[in-house]
């Protein structure tokens, strides 16, 4: 079973910055992709970022040009910076895998909240 431990998250103003981080333990074929989802109260979750091991992403509109995915292969790990942030990203977020770049993963860990607030 895919085990994850997601860290980072916490309480920032709008246009602040965040970093999160997951590590994750699993086979090479459950790890081929990561990525981060998020969910809010009352809300579905959805994608936030995906990336392969070769590095190909995929970003949800809503965070383009203010998220950038990375991960780090020989750490098992995948990072999320997170700039110019908004109220509206505020949620639970969850480190994911997942067979396709697109969509919401599937996620074991307890996620790590980000709150944006004045």
């Known amino acids: 079973q895919v085990q994850f431990v997601e860290s980072g998250g916490g309480l920032v103003q709008p246009g602040g910055s965040l970093r999160l981080s997951c590590t994750a333990s699993g086979s090479s074929s459950d790890l081929y992709i990561m990525g981060w989802d998020r969910q809010a109260p009352g809300k579905q979750r959805e994608l936030v970022a995906a990336?392969?091991?070769?590095?190909?992403?995929n970003y949800a509109d809503s965070v383009k040009g203010r998220f950038t995915i990375s991960r780090d292969n020989a750490k098992n790990a995948v990072y999320l910076q997170m700039n110019s942030l908004k109220p509206e990203d505020t949620a639970v977020y969850y480190c994911?895998?997942?067979?396709?770049?697109?969509?919401?993963?599937?996620?074991w860990g307890q996620g790590t909240q980000v709150t944006v607030s004045p």
């Open positions: 990336i392969t091991r070769g590095g190909i992403k």
């Open positions: 994911s895998t997942k067979p396709i770049l697109y969509g919401v993963g599937t996620s």
